[in-house]
T-cell receptor
Framework: AQSVTQLGSHVSVSEGALVLLRCNYS??????LFWYVQYPNQGLQLLLK??????LVKGINGFEAEFKKSETSFHLTKPSAHMSDAAEYFC???????????FGIGTKLQVIP | DTAVSQTPKYLVTQMGNDKSIKCEQN?????MYWYKQDSKKFLKIMFS???????INETVPNRFSPKSPDKAHLNLHINSLELGDSAVYFC??????????????FGAGTRLSVL
Protein backbone atom coordinates (compact mmCIF):
# COMPACT_ATOMS: atom_id res chain seq x y z
CA ALA A 1 0.00 0.00 0.00
CA GLN A 2 1.18 3.49 -0.76
CA SER A 3 1.28 6.38 1.69
CA VAL A 4 2.86 9.79 2.08
CA THR A 5 4.06 11.62 5.17
CA GLN A 6 4.73 15.34 5.09
CA LEU A 7 6.69 16.57 8.08
CA GLY A 8 5.56 19.95 9.28
CA SER A 9 2.07 21.20 8.54
CA HIS A 10 3.37 24.81 8.68
CA VAL A 11 6.74 26.11 7.56
CA SER A 12 7.82 29.75 7.80
CA VAL A 13 10.80 31.17 5.96
CA SER A 14 12.09 34.67 5.37
CA GLU A 15 11.99 36.09 1.87
CA GLY A 16 15.23 35.09 0.14
CA ALA A 17 15.87 32.12 2.44
CA LEU A 18 16.03 28.46 1.47
CA VAL A 19 12.74 26.60 1.27
CA LEU A 20 12.77 22.95 2.36
CA LEU A 21 9.52 20.97 2.53
CA ARG A 22 9.85 17.36 3.60
CA CYS A 23 8.09 14.34 2.16
CA ASN A 24 8.58 10.65 2.87
CA TYR A 25 6.71 7.94 1.07
CA SER A 26 5.89 4.30 1.44
CA UNK A 27 5.38 2.11 -1.60
CA UNK A 28 5.75 -1.59 -2.30
CA UNK A 29 6.91 -0.95 -5.87
CA UNK A 30 8.89 1.87 -7.52
CA UNK A 31 6.63 4.89 -7.19
CA UNK A 32 5.74 7.90 -9.20
CA LEU A 33 6.10 10.98 -6.98
CA PHE A 34 4.59 14.43 -7.33
CA TRP A 35 4.53 17.82 -5.70
CA TYR A 36 1.45 19.95 -6.18
CA VAL A 37 0.87 23.55 -5.06
CA GLN A 38 -2.44 25.09 -4.04
CA TYR A 39 -2.80 28.86 -3.92
CA PRO A 40 -5.64 30.32 -1.83
CA ASN A 41 -9.09 29.56 -3.23
CA GLN A 42 -7.67 27.62 -6.16
CA GLY A 43 -7.28 24.02 -7.21
CA LEU A 44 -4.01 22.12 -7.09
CA GLN A 45 -1.48 22.45 -9.87
CA LEU A 46 1.54 20.30 -10.61
CA LEU A 47 4.94 21.67 -9.54
CA LEU A 48 7.07 18.71 -10.56
CA LYS A 49 7.11 14.94 -10.86
CA UNK A 50 9.49 12.01 -10.62
CA UNK A 51 8.92 8.91 -12.70
CA UNK A 52 12.20 7.20 -13.59
CA UNK A 53 15.71 8.27 -14.50
CA UNK A 54 17.39 11.35 -13.06
CA UNK A 55 16.69 11.58 -9.35
CA LEU A 56 16.89 15.38 -9.21
CA VAL A 57 13.86 16.86 -10.91
CA LYS A 58 13.21 20.48 -11.67
CA GLY A 59 9.81 22.04 -11.70
CA ILE A 60 8.16 25.37 -12.24
CA ASN A 61 8.92 28.57 -10.30
CA GLY A 62 12.46 27.49 -9.39
CA PHE A 63 11.46 24.46 -7.30
CA GLU A 64 13.25 21.14 -7.42
CA ALA A 65 13.05 17.82 -5.59
CA GLU A 66 15.36 14.89 -5.17
CA PHE A 67 14.22 11.28 -5.10
CA LYS A 68 16.26 9.31 -2.54
CA LYS A 69 15.27 5.67 -2.61
CA SER A 70 17.45 4.71 0.38
CA GLU A 71 15.70 7.33 2.51
CA THR A 72 12.26 6.93 0.84
CA SER A 73 12.19 10.70 0.57
CA PHE A 74 11.22 13.28 -2.00
CA HIS A 75 11.91 16.66 -0.37
CA LEU A 76 11.05 19.88 -2.17
CA THR A 77 13.52 22.77 -2.20
CA LYS A 78 13.93 26.26 -3.58
CA PRO A 79 17.13 28.25 -3.02
CA SER A 80 15.46 31.60 -2.42
CA ALA A 81 11.87 32.09 -1.25
CA HIS A 82 9.67 34.69 -2.86
CA MET A 83 6.52 36.19 -1.38
CA SER A 84 4.51 34.61 -4.20
CA ASP A 85 5.58 31.14 -2.99
CA ALA A 86 3.21 31.38 -0.01
CA ALA A 87 0.77 28.53 -0.57
CA GLU A 88 -0.13 24.99 0.48
CA TYR A 89 2.15 22.26 -0.90
CA PHE A 90 1.11 18.64 -1.31
CA CYS A 91 3.34 15.65 -1.86
CA UNK A 92 1.70 12.70 -3.63
CA UNK A 93 2.58 9.14 -4.59
CA UNK A 94 1.27 6.72 -7.14
CA UNK A 95 2.37 3.14 -7.50
CA UNK A 96 3.00 2.21 -11.11
CA UNK A 97 0.00 0.48 -12.68
CA UNK A 98 -2.30 1.59 -9.88
CA UNK A 99 -4.83 4.28 -10.62
CA UNK A 100 -5.03 5.93 -7.24
CA UNK A 101 -2.83 8.86 -6.22
CA UNK A 102 -2.42 9.35 -2.48
CA PHE A 103 -1.81 12.88 -1.23
CA GLY A 104 -0.05 13.96 1.93
CA ILE A 105 -1.74 16.25 4.45
CA GLY A 106 -0.11 19.33 2.96
CA THR A 107 2.43 21.86 4.24
CA LYS A 108 1.48 25.50 4.45
CA LEU A 109 4.41 27.69 3.47
CA GLN A 110 4.50 31.19 4.91
CA VAL A 111 7.04 33.67 3.54
CA ILE A 112 7.95 36.52 5.86
CA PRO A 113 9.07 39.82 4.30
CA ASP B 1 -10.63 28.47 -21.75
CA THR B 2 -10.71 26.77 -18.36
CA ALA B 3 -9.38 23.21 -18.63
CA VAL B 4 -11.38 21.72 -15.73
CA SER B 5 -14.44 23.70 -14.73
CA GLN B 6 -16.75 23.08 -11.83
CA THR B 7 -20.11 24.62 -11.06
CA PRO B 8 -21.18 26.07 -8.79
CA LYS B 9 -18.18 27.67 -7.13
CA TYR B 10 -20.07 28.16 -3.87
CA LEU B 11 -23.02 26.18 -2.57
CA VAL B 12 -24.84 27.01 0.65
CA THR B 13 -27.73 24.78 1.62
CA GLN B 14 -29.73 23.40 4.51
CA MET B 15 -29.29 19.98 6.11
CA GLY B 16 -31.38 17.32 4.45
CA ASN B 17 -31.37 18.90 1.01
CA ASP B 18 -30.16 17.21 -2.18
CA LYS B 19 -27.61 19.01 -4.35
CA SER B 20 -25.44 18.39 -7.41
CA ILE B 21 -22.03 19.64 -8.47
CA LYS B 22 -21.05 19.52 -12.12
CA CYS B 23 -17.60 19.08 -13.64
CA GLU B 24 -16.43 19.34 -17.22
CA GLN B 25 -12.98 19.01 -18.74
CA ASN B 26 -11.93 20.09 -22.22
CA UNK B 27 -8.50 18.44 -22.15
CA UNK B 28 -9.58 15.26 -23.91
CA UNK B 29 -8.64 13.22 -20.84
CA UNK B 30 -10.11 9.79 -20.22
CA UNK B 31 -10.09 9.76 -16.41
CA MET B 32 -11.89 12.04 -13.97
CA TYR B 33 -11.92 12.25 -10.17
CA TRP B 34 -13.77 13.71 -7.24
CA TYR B 35 -11.83 14.71 -4.13
CA LYS B 36 -13.03 16.10 -0.81
CA GLN B 37 -10.81 18.61 1.01
CA ASP B 38 -11.73 19.18 4.64
CA SER B 39 -11.14 22.24 6.79
CA LYS B 40 -7.62 21.01 7.64
CA LYS B 41 -6.79 20.86 3.92
CA PHE B 42 -6.64 17.05 3.91
CA LEU B 43 -7.38 15.86 0.36
CA LYS B 44 -9.18 12.54 0.03
CA ILE B 45 -10.11 10.71 -3.16
CA MET B 46 -13.79 9.82 -3.39
CA PHE B 47 -14.37 8.47 -6.87
CA SER B 48 -12.65 8.03 -10.21
CA UNK B 49 -14.06 7.23 -13.65
CA UNK B 50 -12.12 6.04 -16.66
CA UNK B 51 -14.02 6.29 -19.95
CA UNK B 52 -17.31 6.50 -18.03
CA UNK B 53 -16.50 3.40 -15.97
CA UNK B 54 -16.15 3.63 -12.19
CA UNK B 55 -12.63 2.51 -11.24
CA ILE B 56 -12.11 3.99 -7.78
CA ASN B 57 -14.87 4.01 -5.19
CA GLU B 58 -13.49 4.83 -1.78
CA THR B 59 -15.37 4.45 1.47
CA VAL B 60 -17.91 7.17 0.93
CA PRO B 61 -21.52 7.27 2.22
CA ASN B 62 -23.95 6.04 -0.41
CA ARG B 63 -25.63 9.44 -0.21
CA PHE B 64 -22.89 10.46 -2.65
CA SER B 65 -23.48 9.28 -6.19
CA PRO B 66 -21.22 10.14 -9.12
CA LYS B 67 -22.50 10.12 -12.67
CA SER B 68 -20.44 10.28 -15.84
CA PRO B 69 -22.61 10.87 -18.93
CA ASP B 70 -19.51 10.98 -21.13
CA LYS B 71 -15.78 11.05 -20.55
CA ALA B 72 -15.68 14.85 -20.48
CA HIS B 73 -18.19 15.15 -17.64
CA LEU B 74 -18.36 13.84 -14.09
CA ASN B 75 -21.12 15.07 -11.83
CA LEU B 76 -21.56 14.49 -8.11
CA HIS B 77 -24.99 14.22 -6.56
CA ILE B 78 -25.39 14.35 -2.80
CA ASN B 79 -28.60 13.28 -1.06
CA SER B 80 -29.75 14.24 2.43
CA LEU B 81 -26.89 16.63 3.10
CA GLU B 82 -25.32 16.58 6.56
CA LEU B 83 -23.24 19.13 8.44
CA GLY B 84 -20.15 16.94 8.00
CA ASP B 85 -20.44 17.21 4.23
CA SER B 86 -19.27 20.82 4.45
CA ALA B 87 -15.95 20.92 2.59
CA VAL B 88 -14.36 21.94 -0.68
CA TYR B 89 -14.96 19.41 -3.43
CA PHE B 90 -12.43 19.23 -6.25
CA CYS B 91 -12.84 17.67 -9.63
CA UNK B 92 -9.72 16.58 -11.51
CA UNK B 93 -8.87 14.85 -14.75
CA UNK B 94 -5.91 12.99 -16.22
CA UNK B 95 -4.93 11.01 -19.25
CA UNK B 96 -4.27 7.51 -18.07
CA UNK B 97 -2.51 4.78 -19.96
CA UNK B 98 -2.19 2.17 -17.23
CA UNK B 99 1.51 2.60 -16.65
CA UNK B 100 1.28 6.33 -17.31
CA UNK B 101 2.39 9.18 -15.16
CA UNK B 102 -1.13 10.35 -14.32
CA UNK B 103 -0.67 14.10 -13.97
CA UNK B 104 -3.94 15.39 -12.60
CA UNK B 105 -5.43 18.73 -13.53
CA PHE B 106 -7.72 20.22 -10.93
CA GLY B 107 -10.73 22.47 -11.07
CA ALA B 108 -10.98 25.51 -8.81
CA GLY B 109 -13.21 23.70 -6.33
CA THR B 110 -16.79 23.93 -5.05
CA ARG B 111 -17.11 25.21 -1.50
CA LEU B 112 -20.10 23.46 0.05
CA SER B 113 -21.53 24.81 3.29
CA VAL B 114 -24.31 22.85 4.96
CA LEU B 115 -26.24 24.84 7.57
Amino acid sequence: AQSVTQLGSHVSVSEGALVLLRCNYSSSVPPYLFWYVQYPNQGLQLLLKYTTGATLVKGINGFEAEFKKSETSFHLTKPSAHMSDAAEYFCAVREGGYQKVTFGIGTKLQVIP
Amino acid sequence: DTAVSQTPKYLVTQMGNDKSIKCEQNLGHDTMYWYKQDSKKFLKIMFSYNNKELIINETVPNRFSPKSPDKAHLNLHINSLELGDSAVYFCASSQDSGQGINIQYFGAGTRLSVL
